[in-house]
């Protein structure tokens, strides 16, 4: 049998590097040539030579560490509290069954819409972005976390059964090193969602972090800071 030869000779991520730089490359282009004035697109040299400039000077560093800090904290309240619900959805299916429509629907929801609410409970601060940011990771650790429960074989649990591995014994060692993956995966969506909930949020309510440095300065039109 004739093996096949495709006809793109680059791998996947040579081609994505190769696409990446090809943007650039036109976006370079565009704005060198007139195209779109600089108030709205800055060509790449001078984004990089900026942000060059910025991490010189330390500029960045406190805003920087102020958006790092609200993530972090933002993911670890998700799931210090999404993974004990998702074991409590697998343990109680019928109460899983239930409550899935809704945490998907929750999902789909944009929860950015509750700031006003955070900020009448707690004020300006901390506290109202990492509480959005940590809900909007939250129902992906749940989602994952059930999916994950729900796919652990039976045969493991037989085995335990015989082994007389009960309890907590038999979580620690057999049913969360098997969930492990899809609890990670989810893990890595609620990072996701937990950043850009941070941005967001500083983008309307925040004094200090990257996302108030960003639209301080784009509604400032600093195009060269």
Known sequence: MNKQIPWWPLR?????ALLVLAFLVAIELITRLGLVPAVILSSPNKVASVLWQIVVTGKVFPDLWRTTWE???SVLLAIAVGVPIGFGLWRAPLLGRVLEPYLVGT???PLV???????VAFGLGATPIILIAAAMGLIP????????????????FKVCASFRCTGPRRFWKVVFPASAPIIFAGFKLCLIY???GVIVMEFMVGSVGLGFRIAYDYDGFKIDE
């Open 12 to 16: 996947p991520r040579r081609t994505i």
């Open 71 to 73: 993530v972090v904290l």
């Open 107 to 109: 999902y789909a929801m």
């Open 113 to 119: 819409l509750f700031y006003p609410f955070l900020l």
């Open 141 to 156: 650790v749940i989602l994952n976390s059930w999916a994950a429960f729900q796919q652990v074989p039976d045969i493991y």
């Open 194 to 196: 937990a950043f850009v």
